[in-house]
C-alpha cells in the first residue's frame, strides 16, 4: 500500500490549495491526505475520483457554495516523474465540465527521511461559466519538501501561480499517518488516519482578480441588486501583501486495500486577514475520494 498513498500525494497537493489544486504530494482541492513522500521506482497508472463539498483555494473560498465532482488519471514512470489530467464538473452548473486540469512533475528523496517533489501545473476553464475562486490563475509551480520525525511528517510548500493574477504562496503541514494493525474483513484491507494541521502564508491578488469579474455574484451575495450602486471591487485593500491566510485541520479516515482506497475527510478552515469583496467565515469542507493503482 505504501505505492498507494504516493498518487494520494501527487493528486492531494494540488488540492490542498483547491482542496482544488492537483499538488504533487496537494490537494488541492485535492487529494488525497494519506500523505507520504516514498518515491514510486515502478511504472504504475492510477485512476480515481474525488466529489468535494465546496471549492476552496489557498485558503479563501467564492461568494457562493460550489459543490463538484472531479476524475483523475496519473502515469507515474519509473524515473520518478509523473504526468496527469482531471477534468472537473460544478454540480448543478453548465457545461459538463468546468474546468481541466493538467500537470507534470518529478518525485525525489534527499534520504530515508528527506524527501520532495517539483510540478507545474496548468488549469484549463471554460471561460463563459467559469465560477469558481479558483478561475482567476491558470498556472501553478509547486516545490515541496517534507521530513519524516517519526513521530510526526511536516510539509514546507511554496506555490507561485500566475495567469491573470501573480501570487506566491507558503504552506506549512503537520501530520500523523496511523493504520491499523487488523482487518477489517478479511487480513488484505486495514483502516488508515492521518490527521493533519495546515497554515497558510501568501499574497492574495486572485481575491481582487475574482472579485472584479464576478461583481454580479458578490452584490447578491451582499444583498444588493445587480448593476445598482455596483462599489469598486477591492477600493483599498492591499491583496499583494504577503501575509497569513488560513489555518486548517483536517480528519481523513480512508478503507484501504491492495489496489484501491477510499477516504472521507472533514477538514475545518479559519480564514484570517481576507480581504476584497469576500465574505469568508470559518467553514467545515466535507470530501469523498476513491483512487484505483495499475502496475505494469
Do not use: C
Not at 514510486?40 to 475520483?49: D, F, L, N, P
Amino acid at each position: 500500500m505504501k505505492y498507494f498513498f504516493i498518487l494520494l500525494l501527487i493528486i492531494g497537493n494540488a488540492v490542498n490549495a483547491a482542496d482544488l489544486r492537483l499538488p504533487v504530494v496537494r490537494g488541492a482541492t485535492a487529494h488525497i491526505t494519506a500523505d507520504t513522500d516514498t518515491v514510486i521506482r515502478k511504472k504504475s497508472i492510477s485512476v480515481g475520483a474525488n466529489y468535494g463539498s465546496d471549492f476552496q483555494f489557498f485558503g479563501r473560498t467564492g461568494p457562493v457554495t460550489y459543490p463538484y465532482l472531479s476524475m483523475y488519471a496519473i502515469y507515474n514512470f519509473k524515473s520518478g516523474f509523473f504526468v496527469y489530467g482531471s477534468p472537473v464538473q460544478v454540480i448543478g452548473y453548465y457545461p459538463l465540465i468546468d474546468e481541466i486540469d493538467l500537470g507534470a512533475g518529478y518525485l525525489f528523496k534527499y534520504s530515508k527521511k528527506f524527501s520532495g517533489s517539483i510540478s507545474y501545473n496548468r488549469f484549463l476553464f471554460n471561460d463563459d461559466e467559469a465560477q469558481v475562486i479558483k478561475s482567476a490563475s491558470s498556472n501553478d509551480i509547486n516545490f515541496k519538501n517534507s521530513f519524516d520525525w517519526k513521530f510526526a511528517k511536516s510539509s514546507v510548500e511554496f506555490d507561485y501561480l500566475f495567469g491573470d493574477a501573480n501570487d506566491y504562496f507558503l504552506t506549512l503541514n503537520t501530520s500523523k499517518y496511523i493504520e491499523t494493525d487488523w482487518g477489517v474483513f478479511d487480513d488484505k484491507d486495514y483502516l488508515s488516519f492521518n490527521p493533519t494541521i495546515s497554515a497558510i502564508l501568501g499574497t492574495q491578488n486572485f481575491v481582487g482578480r475574482y472579485s472584479s469579474e464576478h461583481l454580479d455574484r458578490l452584490n447578491i451575495n451582499n444583498g444588493q441588486i445587480p448593476g445598482l450602486a455596483v462599489p469598486p471591487a477591492f477600493p483599498h485593500y492591499n491583496n499583494g501583501r504577503f501575509n497569513a491566510l488560513n489555518y486548517s485541520v483536517k480528519i481523513p479516515i480512508a478503507y484501504n486495500r491492495p489496489h484501491y482506497t477510499f477516504e472521507a475527510s472533514w477538514k475545518y478552515s479559519i480564514p484570517v486577514n481576507v480581504e476584497g469583496e469576500l465574505k469568508n467565515r470559518h467553514e467545515v469542507f466535507f470530501n469523498l475520494t476513491f483512487y484505483y493503482l495499475f502496475f505494469k
